[in-house]
């Protein structure tokens, strides 16, 4: 379906050069002499690039029609990261491209958001908060509570995160995924 330049608007996912994109904010400017046109920003969905695009009020822009779909992890092959589609049970294999930076974050059964056009995966959201045990660490001293130092330790996952002076070995963590920061201990 081809939209006019009034019907971008955030939140609209539109095909760009055979690519897809969703539209983060727009700008629409009508100058006293000339057409109106749309200044959009504009994140990848395949490669989370962000860029701006100016639209002419003659442009037909296509609709990108992305399916979500809630998938749970269930193990890595190779490349590949197998996902239960949890509507239909079927099995999902998802590249490592597609899955990115998102990989040491994610641990079994974990529960995802899956985008897909036309049955190819775009891209997996991660919950914001994951919680996780520390695997390793250099040993926390007693009284450590009050300062304000980090030190890296390592989730059970095998990525490396800055944590608090006081956090140890076997200790649960909260972790927010987009940011790749420690938030809080779990109890």
């Known amino acids: ?60 822009i296509d609709q990108a029609f992305v399916e979500e779909r809630k998938l749970q992890y269930l193990y890595k092959s190779g490349s590949m990261y197998h996902f239960m589609d949890q509507e239909n049970f079927e099995e999902v294999a998802i590249s490592e491209d597609s899955v990115g930076d998102k990989k040491k974050f994610l641990k ?3 529960d995802v958001l899956g985008y897909f056009y036309k049955n190819e995966t ?24 009050a300062k304000s130092g980090t030190k890296p330790a390592e989730i059970e996952t095998g990525a490396s995160i800055q944590v608090p002076l006081f956090i140890d070995v076997g200790d649960r963590i909260k972790v927010d995924t987009r940011t790749n920061s420690y938030v809080e201990r779990v109890s």
């Open 1 to 60: 379906m081809a939209l006019s330049i009034n019907e971008i608007k955030a939140g609209v996912t539109i095909l760009v050069d055979g690519e897809v994109y969703v539209v983060i904010d727009t700008e629409h400017v009508k100058p006293g002499k000339g057409s109106a046109f749309v200044r959009a920003k504009m994140r990848n969905m395949k490669n989370l690039n962000v860029q701006d695009r100016t639209f002419r009020g003659d442009e037909k």
């Open 108 to 110: 079994d059964n974990q």
């Open 122 to 145: 775009l891209n997996i959201n991660l919950p914001f908060f994951i919680e996780f045990t520390i695997t390793h660490t250099e040993p926390g001293i007693k009284g450590d509570t």
